[in-house]
């Protein structure tokens, strides 16, 4: 479908309605279901490609997006991109953005046929598609089509030349998608190094937009898996954040530029504890602002708790905080974490535990028991408290913490105890929601299995008879 160019003539109002109705596609779709063969369905999608878009009724795109949708399933993708390319091309060149977000979507649908064929034979059509990615609508869908072929040196070289001439950020961050897809699914390898660079380099930008936007996207890069935070981390992009976040604290901007600063370093920390020694300046910006949790915003007080919980996420992790703050340290962190879950707005306290949850989810049993001790005396019947009140997502909440602490010796001990903790653990009637019954279930199922010999037999049955239905009475069903 060709796109109406700019000099063509408008329209006057006398002019005859649009030419291509949900009835002429509707038509043609019966064309073809009276002769479903890929012949057939290329001669019919060969029309299509030639009509103009000024020519179609803006009520009709749904029926054609059906339409090219059962003609493209009846074509094999393979003869599409090897004998079909002019059709293709000439449909990339001119086609609405829908269209060209459609096909990418049917090719990436068939990525283990299409990939190989669009790094040889269709590297046109690669290149083609990669031209129409600065636009809102069809970006993502390229980005995950091109990301298995982005080292190819024809589609690389169309997307550098974007890079080099485009005055434009947001397209520059379009053409970033593909290098982020490629890192998030493993396919970065040395030849985007260079694409990579100009996107360490927009930290150095002067427009604030452009920094935040940088740091985002490797953000994002980075916790997607192991190996794309180990390229983010020697990218370099790490040392130029970290000058970042020591120069914005008191900068005019810095509200903007700071927060994305511990959040960048949060994600990278969960992967490398060793960065907090790396980076010195860092833990303390992260402790700051945890420790005033009550005077900052609450997008910050969120960020404070969920980067402590990254930066504290592993084992070794933890044994670096508790070296680097000490007992006193930590255990004013771990009070103001218990200030953060007893009191605020039941949104940010079920934030708060879900950076709870992380935060005990993995450890050596006695130090999680020290850091859970700072918490106070109280904490174990808070928590109780919070997993029985009557908002969905502060339950959910509580329960990932409790499967987090039960997964540890000291947590069985701790709760195991308490009173009223298996009254209402066993009690099948808490929970409506299915997350949070399937949760409390996980959490009973665990136990069970668990060799503790704080889990006798008798409360293993018990355990057991969770999962038991009750019998229903004969004398209350006649009453009913």
């Known amino acids: 479908m060709r796109s109406a160019s700019s000099s063509d003539v408008e329209p006057s109002s006398d002019e005859q309605p649009p030419a291509w109705t949900s009835a002429s596609f509707l038509e043609l779709r019966a064309e073809f279901l009276a002769d479903r063969t890929e012949f057939k369905a290329l001669e019919i999608l060969k029309r299509m490609v030639a009509i103009d878009v000024k020519q179609v009724d803006a009520n009709a795109w749904l029926e054609c997006k059906d339409l090219m949708s059962m003609l493209l399933n009846a074509i094999p993708v393979q003869a599409l991109l090897e004998t079909q390319q002019i059709m293709l091309l000439t449909a990339l060149e001119s086609c609405p953005s829908h269209v060209v977000t459609a096909l990418a979507a049917h090719l990436t649908a068939h990525q283990d046929v299409v990939s190989p064929l669009l790094n040889s034979v269709a590297q046109a059509v690669a290149v083609a598609f990669a031209r129409r990615i600065n ?88 916790i997607a898996s192991n190996e794309s935070a180990n390229i983010v981390n020697e990218s370099g992009a790490p040392q130029k954040v970290y000058e970042l976040l020591q120069s914005s604290k008191e900068a005019p901007d810095g509200g903007f530029i700071y927060p994305s600063c511990v959040k960048f370093f949060g994600t990278l920390s969960r992967v490398y504890p060793d960065i907090i020694n790396s980076f010195p300046s860092f833990v303390p910006a992260v402790i700051d602002m945890v420790r005033h949790f009550d005077i900052v915003e609450a997008s910050q ?79 174990p019947s808070v928590l109780l408290s919070l997993v029985q009140k009557p908002f969905p997502d502060l339950r959910l909440a509580s329960l990932h913490a409790f499967a987090s602490l039960l997964a540890h010796p000291f947590g069985l001990q701790t709760f195991l105890g308490l009173s009223g903790f298996l009254d209402w653990l066993l009690d099948q009637s808490t929970e409506h929601e299915w997350e949070a019954g399937r949760l409390k279930a996980d959490i009973i199922r665990a136990l069970i299995a668990s060799n503790s010999s704080l889990i006798d037999a008798p409360l293993k049955l018990r355990l057991k008879a969770y999962f038991v239905a009750p019998k229903r009475d004969p004398e209350v069903e006649m009453m009913l």
């Not at 390229?142 to 950020?169: C, D, F, I, M």
């Open 301 to 379: 007080r969120v960020l404070a708790f969920d980067t402590l919980a990254q930066v504290a996420y592993k084992a070794e992790a933890k044994q670096n905080l508790q070296r680097l703050l000490g007992d006193q340290g930590v255990s004013r962190v771990m009070e103001a974490f218990a200030a953060s879950l007893s009191s605020g707005p039941i949104e940010l306290r079920a934030r708060h535990l879900e950076a709870f949850a992380t935060l005990f989810q993995h450890g050596d049993d006695s130090l999680l028991a020290q850091w859970f001790s700072y918490l106070g005396s109280p904490m």
């Open 135 to 222: 636009d809102p609508d069809t970006f993502e869908q390229l980005a995950a089509l091109l990301a298995p072929v982005s080292s190819n040196p024809q589609l690389l070289q169309e997307l550098q030349h974007q890079l080099a001439t485009t005055k434009s950020s947001e397209h520059r961050f379009k053409v970033y998608q593909v290098l982020l897809c490629a890192m998030q699914r493993g396919y970065y390898t040395p030849a985007l190094a260079p694409m990579l660079q100009s996107l360490v380099k927009e930290l150095s930008s002067e427009d604030i937009l452009v920094v935040l936007a940088a740091m985002d996207a490797l953000s994002d890069a980075a």
